[in-house]
């Protein structure tokens, strides 16, 4: 079984390894094989330079993903077949022995090197490829400054519920899951509760939306539609980026509306209220509560799956781990599943991408019905020129991964729905 286990991994891993760059290759090829020629559909409104730029800006992110899967899987193997992990957990049950503490220790280690490994990525993200095209508005202090926020702010939410998971694995019998699952629940409901006015704060100012006219536009848009929420709100978003955004927080009457002020400087209040009408379609059809459903779904399945597996020897040992015969092994095996289910998982990507797309596809529908279809076609031709996406991606790495439909087909239904 252990065997089994341990080549089965191996498979999937390379299946996925494979699968990411055969998807990168191809989009790299297609994107630079149409990066001379804007496409017809938008050769009115995006200029040759724009769409040269989105081209080279697409290669640059996809090449860098490339180097970011052969370490991340290299890191994987070391990990576990390689024997990382048994030795992380010898490093440090050497000190302070097979308890509690050990267990949380073990997990943090390992989240704590994921981090670091990722560190450089994230670097050259910001201050190369973003840089490089003029996106980045980040100094290096406030890079540092967000790092060390997010670290304590990781710290102070995720070890209490590691601490309350690991206790549950220890003391809660056979059902201990059952029971890590409705923690899991409340603890993603308290941080959605919480999200906009505790934690976004840290990162970002809000302001109340000033411009009266598009207030007063908004209003009769959120009466339209038979919408209630907690305020407009415009974020420093041009502290961090140049690209402009739109999004929804918070939950029930908590609900908050929020720009970004790269948004609101960008586009003509018409605009913003389609882009707007569109975020609201994704609340009035419930794509929202479905989504957040169906990740409720899956954790439940996934935490019933570690349920008995935590209990299987073969999952420790096929995975390069001897497990503790005193049976405190509930760090590692918190570990191991984290590191090894997104392997299994990957290729459910297309599913989950199909979902999102007809989500977004019916959203602009709304929006359509709701606003303008037509000044909902100007927002998005802006964005995606701003944002430098490509317009011409390759479809089956768009089908794969994109959660948002290419532009073409968006702007085409768009324009279709118009009446003429
Ligand atoms: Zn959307």
């Known amino acids: 079984m252990s065997q089994t286990l341990s080549l089965l991994f191996v498979c999937f891993l390379l299946l996925m390894v494979g699968l990411k760059y055969w998807l990168s290759w191809r989009h790299v090829r297609h994107v630079s094989r149409h990066a ?48 990382g992990l048994q030795w992380i957990a010898d490093a440090i049950g050497g000190s302070i022995g097979h308890d509690f503490t050990f267990q949380l220790a073990v997990v943090a280690a390992v989240v704590l090197l994921l981090a670091l490994v990722d560190l450089p990525f994230s ?13 980045n508005r980040m100094t290096v202090k406030l890079w540092i400054t967000d790092l060390a926020k997010s670290l304590a702010l990781a710290a102070v939410l995720g070890l209490p519920l590691l601490a309350a998971v690991v206790g549950l694995m220890r003391e809660a019998g056979a059902y201990w899951w059952l029971y890590a699952w409705l923690l899991w629940v409340g603890f993603n409901a308290l941080v959605l509760l919480i999200y906009p006015t505790v934690i976004a704060p840290i990162f970002n100012k809000f302001e109340p939306l000033k411009d009266s006219s598009l207030v007063q536009r908004i209003t009769e848009l959120l009466a339209r539609t038979g919408f209630s929420s907690k305020g407009v709100f415009v974020m420093d978003g041009s502290r961090r980026s140049a690209h402009g955004n739109a999004y929804f927080t918070g939950l029930g009457r908590a609900k908050r509306i929020v720009f970004f002020d790269t948004l609101v400087e960008r586009l003509q209040p018409a605009e913003i209220e389609a882009v707007l009408a569109h975020e609201l379609g994704h609340f009035k059809l419930k794509h929202i509560a479905k989504r957040l459903a169906l990740s409720f779904i899956a954790s439940l399945v996934f935490l019933a ?87 011409t991606p390759d479809p089956l790495h768009s089908a794969f991964y994109d959660s948002h439909p290419p532009a073409s087909l968006r702007v085409a239904r768009l324009v279709a729905g118009l009446p003429a």
């Open 36 to 83: 001379d020629t804007v496409p017809q559909q938008f050769a009115d409104r995006v200029s040759l330079e724009a769409h040269r730029k989105a081209a080279a800006y697409t290669i640059a992110k996809t090449r860098l993903g490339l180097v970011e899967t052969a370490v991340g899987a290299a890191l994987l193997i070391g990990l576990t077949l390689l024997g």
């Open 305 to 391: 799956l570690l349920g008995w597996l935590a209990g299987q020897p073969w999952f420790y040992s096929g995975l390069g781990v001897t497990p503790a015969l005193d049976g405190g092994n509930q760090g590692v095996a918190l570990v191991l599943f984290m590191l090894v289910l997104p392997v299994f998982t990957f290729s459910f990507a297309p599913l989950t991408s199909y979902l999102s797309r007809r989500h977004e596809f019916e959203a602009d529908a709304f929006a359509a019905r709701h606003a303008s279809g037509q000044d909902l076609v100007n927002a998005l031709v802006k964005l995606y020129e701003d944002n430098a996406s490509t317009l």
């Open 123 to 135: 670097w050259f993200r910001q201050f190369r490829i973003e840089q490089r095209y003029g996106f």
